[in-house]
């Protein structure tokens, strides 16, 4: 749902942007916006169903299940990822990336039982994420407009387009047969549970702490993704998104 602003390191992104505020004016530069009337009604939408039913079920999940277990999960769901990233290192010609990857999946896969343990990082073959959104980045695509997607949160054209694709390449999609493809649907579902307990402070501060939610949103998404793709990063001048009540 809001958990795409929470990937790939925009929890320091996010730090950042308070520090930000809080010691003064940040070079500003126009957010590329126009459906921001319909965005807000779909934000609304998210929020609604994050307050009814995935904060709910993450503070469960974390109360329920032991976070040996958590992990265990988090880690299983991230290593179903790592196909489809290397099949993106390829299309970007990091060839350097994609064995890295395909070597961590195939470690972690055996050694580490399906991906609920991590012995890769153990031996120093840490994640190199990426998806196809960056891929089409690499080869010049514009960003496009930012658009909020119902049950996932913050996007572009672009990130939207990569989304897309990312599910039609995916190689574990075509492979596994049902009804295990639909366990790792369920897999991924709860994973998306246990990113927003972990979250959970973040989450709620930029949700129901900051004056405009929406706006506070879009600029942690975009600072997000411009971080990972190494892209200049900037802050629309807005009065005070994260001003709040004592």
Known sequence: MVMTIFRGGSVLVLLSFLTACASGPVPAEHINDP?????????????????????????????????????????????????????NHILQGDIADALQTATRFALNSTLGIAGLFDPASEVGLFEA????????????????????LPLIGGSTVRGTVGMVVDFAIDPLRHYIPSPEREYLFLLKGVDL??????????????????????????????????????????IEDLEDPFAFDY
């Open 193 to 234: 549970v246990g990113d927003r307990l972990t979250y959970s402070d973040l989450v709620n501060l930029l949700l129901y702490e900051s004056t405009d939610s929406y706006a506070s949103q879009r600029i942690s998404y975009l600072q997000n993704m411009r971080h990972n793709l190494g892209t200049e990063l900037v």
């Open 35 to 87: 459906f921001e009337e319909t965005n807000r009604q779909i934000h609304e939408f998210n929020k609604a169903m994050d307050a009814i039913a995935l904060a709910p079920a993450a503070a469960t999940y974390g109360a329920v299940v032991p976070k040996g277990v958590r992990d265990a999960v988090d880690n299983s769901a991230n290593n179903l990822a790592l196909p489809g990233q290397t099949i």
């Open 129 to 148: 994420p990426t998806n196809f959104g960056e891929t089409l980045q690499f080869y010049g695509a514009a960003e496009g407009p930012y658009v909020e």
